[in-house]
């Protein structure tokens, strides 16, 4: 990957989305909300992530913390993997907390410190990294300075929320990990109303997939990846018109004749 690839992040606000005019529009990832808390699934977190895996469209997730102790950051780290499962991601899972999750806690009697804020993701992170995924932290600068201690982005990736009036997505913020997301009120076609825009400075299908995270790299029970759309009937009326098939029984094994055939008419009949 050379630059960046645009992508945006969703949740059950965006209602139902139309993944394949977002994917002709240019998404090139998407971060999909799981769910929130202990153990809420966010309602269109399947049919999007079922949708972006058909599409091959590349998806990681976010979890929206509700936790207030370190453990119940890590029963919701636990609460994401067991949700994914089924499912390809080729981007990390972040845990996101934000000023809703704060004033939770304070209702439960918990005034969130630095501290304790970095507690809860560590342990959220650390779970995600023993259950064999790229764990990241969800944040924007104000958070990031207020409620994160400074070893915080050199243990996890960070995916930054900061929204300039004109951002020149070539170059990344300095808080900013593998991921940017650069406005809150960006236009995609298939996606109602406004939605959240990010970028990615990371190749992560290829990095994950080299450290052998979230089930790219050993053969785990992550979805494969179907072929792009059509491709297969390309190929085919490719090949077709080269001369190289007559496009009958394409399943069937070629033999080495047919192999030399197609080099040759490759090379030019040379």
Request: glycine share 10%; hydrophobic share 35%; with cysteine.
């Amino acid at each position: 990957m050379s630059g960046y690839r645009m992508g945006v992040d969703v949740s059950q606000w965006q209602g139902n989305i139309d993944w394949e005019k977002a994917k002709a529009a240019g998404i090139e990832f998407a971060m999909l909300r799981a769910g929130f808390g202990q153990n809420s699934v966010d309602p269109q977190f399947k049919r999007n992530i079922t949708e972006c895996n058909r599409l091959g469209i590349p998806c990681g997730v976010y979890w929206f913390s509700y936790a207030y102790t370190a453990d119940m950051a890590k029963r919701e780290a636990q609460c994401v993997l067991k949700t994914v499962e089924p499912y390809r991601l080729e981007y990390p899972i972040a845990f996101d907390f934000e000023g809703d999750s704060a004033d939770y806690a304070l209702k439960k009697g918990v005034t969130v410190t630095r501290t304790l804020v970095s507690a809860f993701a560590r342990a959220f992170c650390g779970e995600i990294a023993a259950g064999k995924y790229s764990p990241m932290v969800y944040t924007n600068p104000d958070y990031l300075s207020r409620y994160y201690d400074a070893e915080i982005p050199k243990e996890f990736d960070i995916w930054l929320a900061q929204w300039p009036t004109k951002p020149d997505l070539a170059s990344k913020p300095a808080q900013a990990g593998g991921i940017w997301q650069y406005t809150s009120s960006g236009s995609v076609d298939g996606i109602t109303g406004r939605v959240d825009r990010n970028v990615s400075y990371v190749d992560y299908p290829v990095v994950l997939r080299e450290k052998g995270l979230n089930n790219l790299g050993g053969g785990g029970s992550g979805v494969q990846p179907p072929a792009q759309p059509d491709e297969n009937d390309r190929a085919r009326a490719w090949a077709m018109e080269k001369g190289i098939t007559d496009g009958e029984n394409p399943d069937s094994p070629a033999t080495r004749q047919q192999v030399w055939t197609m080099l040759y008419r490759m090379n030019g009949g040379k």
